[in-house]
């Protein structure tokens, strides 16, 4: 079974208007934590936001925020105001329990239009 | 204050050759983890490295090897290449005692032919 979902291989979206990439995700673990990152085409992983599976409030940071609804098994990622800058592939992760490794969705590609 | 960094950035080598890659993390972090994307897909856990061990490992075969020196600097090696050994091979580092601080260096993308 697929520990992380995302459901989404491509997005367009209008330049200043928001986007949601969903993800979900698979665990029997209580202690988890769910990862968003961001792929340009030069490669490198870029770290967006985190959220801990005891975290009572969604984590935030500047223009992304993080849709935790636990008892879905939810993690979606929120970027208000698109920019051009935004285009990229985005990536879902979990890290459970006293695992060291990230377990990886297949990514969304994302696409701002001007 | 320098990020990960990852050599050499791009490389191609013949099916049963050997080749070694190199990571080294972020200024305070001593643990390094590898991982293989191939095109289109996430990334794929390999190994991680702390305290010059390995502390776990993901689903590959013992072709892939890998070291951890006293700098924390990492190198990743692999024998008898397979065209389907072809991918984007990331480096993160982060601080020994885990948390979310994982920081990734560009990759080396390997082309085997």
């Known amino acids: 079974a697929q520990k992380i979902t995302q459901t989404q291989p491509g997005m367009f979206v209008q330049e200043k208007e928001a986007v949601t990439l969903d993800c979900t995700y698979d665990?029997?673990?209580?202690?988890?934590?769910l990862f968003w990152y961001k792929q340009p085409s030069s490669g490198e992983m870029i770290f967006l936001i985190y959220?801990?599976?005891?975290d009572e409030q969604n984590a935030t940071e500047g223009r992304y925020s993080l849709n935790f609804q636990k008892a879905r098994k939810s993690a979606n990622l929120v970027i208000s105001a698109s920019q051009l800058g935004d285009s990229a592939m985005y990536f879902c992760a979990m890290r459970e329990g006293r695992n060291y490794q990230l377990i990886w969705g297949a990514g969304t590609k994302l696409i701002i239009k001007p | 204050d320098a990020g990960v960094t990852q050599s050499p950035t791009h490389l191609i080598k013949t099916r049963g050759q050997q080749v070694t890659l190199r990571c080294s993390p972020k200024?305070?972090?001593?643990?390094v983890s590898w991982y293989q994307q191939a095109l289109g897909q996430g990334p794929q856990f390999i190994f991680q490295y702390y305290e010059e061990e390995e502390r776990q490992r993901g689903n590959f075969p013992d072709r892939f090897s890998g070291h951890q020196f006293p700098n924390y600097s990492s190198e990743l090696n692999v024998n008898a290449l397979l065209l389907g050994d072809s991918a984007l091979y990331l480096c993160?580092?982060?601080?020994?005692?885990?948390?979310?601080?994982?920081?990734f260096g560009s990759g080396t993308r390997l082309t085997v032919v």
């Open positions: 200024s305070g972090h001593d643990t």
């Open positions: 959220q801990g599976s005891y």
């Open positions: 665990t029997s673990d209580q202690s988890y934590g």
């Open positions: 993160a580092s982060s601080p020994g005692t885990g948390g979310y601080g994982y920081t």
